[in-house]
């Protein structure tokens, strides 16, 4: 120190003077109060400021129609459905339906139904249907076998309801 200079490092760790402990999640926490879940982390590996919970909470009471598009392109996705509409297409068709003022799962609230089921949520393709009428449509995803049936299913993937045992004399159940 007698030349001025500070004292070096030299064979020393860099210092962690000011960081968190190894393996501690300080500063990887949601920063919503009350919340105690981790920072929600995007793909390119930069951090949100608050978690995916916090995020939708936020979306559903902000953004609607950006919070029903994104939970269901995320549902389309997970049943490898194909989804092409974007988010002004689905502004402009919610504007035009009222659906998200109608939208639920119970008598009489609007629910959304592919017209044709071969091809994927295109913005041609989506209608508004009651929750019950679109429940007893059926369901046909292609490669999968239901017994619901519906006249839009081809025959190779309809099966027949199994046939009931019959009862046994003795069993008084």
């Known amino acids: 120190m007698a030349d001025g200079k500070p004292p070096s490092n030299k064979g020393k760790p860099p210092s962690n003077k000011g960081k968190p402990p190894k393996g501690s999640k300080k500063g990887l926490r949601c920063e919503v109060s009350y919340c105690r879940n981790l920072k929600a982390r995007k793909s390119d590996g930069y951090y949100l400021t608050v978690c995916w919970k916090c995020r939708a909470r936020w979306l559903k009471e902000n953004h609607p129609a950006t919070y029903v598009m994104n939970a269901m392109r995320n549902r389309a996705r997970a049943r490898r ?93």
């Open 81 to 173: 459905v194909p989804w092409k509409i974007t988010l002004a297409q689905f502004k402009d068709w919610c504007a035009a339906t009222g659906y998200l003022e109608k939208r639920g799962h119970g008598k009489g609230l609007a629910t959304i139904d592919r017209i044709n089921a071969d091809l994927g949520y295109t913005i041609d393709n989506i209608q508004i249907l009651e929750f019950l009428e679109n429940c007893t449509k059926g369901h046909y995803v292609p490669g999968y076998k239901f017994y619901k049936q519906n006249a839009s299913m081809p025959e190779e993937n309809k099966t027949p309801l199994p046939e009931p045992e019959p009862d046994e004399g003795d069993n008084p159940f």
